[in-house]
Nanobody, 127 residues
Framework: QVQLVESGGGLVQAGGSLRLSCAVS????????MGWFRQAPGKEREFVAV????????LYADSVKGRFTISRDNAKNAVYLQMNNLEPEDTAVYYC????????????????????WGQGTQVTVSS
């Protein structure tokens, strides 16, 4: 049974920072890419960032590029999302997920390409 547990969310003022963590248990991360998604009230779950196993390739949604950084520690079976210069539009529940398959592929931004998900952590950015 694979379990992903996110933590680190909270309430922050615009311009502030948060660091989200995702701990994976039940299996090692192996060679699987890991991603972060988010879902705001009334909206679809959307892609935020993804990293390959080695961390050599990281991809971001345009809306967070330059502000967010995804990283992973395979020894700790963990993935992180450093979020800087937060905006009210970043308010959402943030989810980490394991990509199905070893390769990033061209459809890395599609939530259907991820087969394990955490329960999410709330991030609220006040203006």
């Amino acid at each position: 049974q694979v379990q992903l547990v996110e933590s680190g969310g909270g309430l922050v003022q615009a311009g502030g920072s948060l660091r989200l963590s995702c701990a994976v248990s039940g299996r090692t991360l192996g060679n699987y890419p890991m991603g972060w998604f988010r879902q705001a009230p009334g909206k679809e779950r959307e892609f935020v960032a993804v990293t390959t196993y080695s961390g050599s390739t990281t991809l971001y949604a345009d809306s967070v590029k330059g502000r967010f950084t995804i990283s992973r520690d395979n020894a700790k079976n963990a993935v992180y999302l450093q979020m800087n210069n937060l905006e009210p539009e970043d308010t959402a529940v943030y989810y980490c997920a394991v990509r199905s398959g070893y390769y990033l592929g061209s459809n890395y931004y599609e939530k259907t390409q991820y087969n394990y998900w955490g329960q999410g952590t709330q991030v609220t950015v006040s203006s």
